[in-house]
């Protein structure tokens, strides 16, 4: 599974133009039948998955608030890859540097979440989180993070830095 936020434009306009103009407009109808929805769900058009889930996600300065949101963020997606049996969920990350939080928190809380949940809900999912080539500075953050929590019981606890130049064909559930 793809995971876009609905609420940032750069994210859900990146992964509708790769998915392509049919999904684009499944992403519409279902957005004008359940305009108050907190997830859309689409197909996955010209990706190489099986669904796309667009989930309202609004960052905030408050770093107490920002870790909360992030934690119940984690959840949500993982209730959904428990209820759907996808082996692995991916986050694409263009549109980072523009969501006016520290970039440090949301990647750190990202990936601690990710451990915890995978640990609790001893699954074998794989984590993708997708960087382009022209953000370094996530990138090195991500690596930083999954480096730093690769301690005590690893082998529940899989997560994917992919460095791509477009969301295209990349391989996830």
């Not at 986050?91 to 520290?102: A, L, V």
Request: net charge negative.
């Amino acid at each position: 599974m793809i995971i876009g936020n609905s609420s940032s434009d750069i994210i859900k306009q990146s992964i509708l133009e790769v998915a392509g103009c049919e999904i684009h407009t499944a992403y519409d109808i279902e957005l004008q039948n359940n305009p108050n929805s907190p997830i859309i769900t689409t197909p996955p058009g010209d990706l190489l998955c099986k669904a796309i889930f667009f989930l309202k996600w609004q960052p905030t300065n408050d770093e107490v608030t920002l870790r909360q949101s992030i934690v119940d963020l984690i959840w949500t997606v993982f209730q959904d890859a428990i209820a759907y049996n996808f082996t692995s969920i991916a986050f694409p990350t263009i549109g980072y540097e523009s969501f006016g939080c520290n970039i440090d928190i949301l990647i750190r809380t990202m990936v601690k979440e990710m451990k915890i949940q995978l640990i609790k809900t001893d699954l074998p999912l794989t984590i993708k989180f997708v960087v382009k080539s022209n953000q370094d500075t996530i990138y090195n953050e991500f690596c930083k993070q999954v480096l730093t929590t690769q301690e005590g019981n690893v082998k529940l606890f899989l997560l994917e830095i992919i460095s791509v130049l477009s969301y295209g064909n990349e391989f996830c559930d």
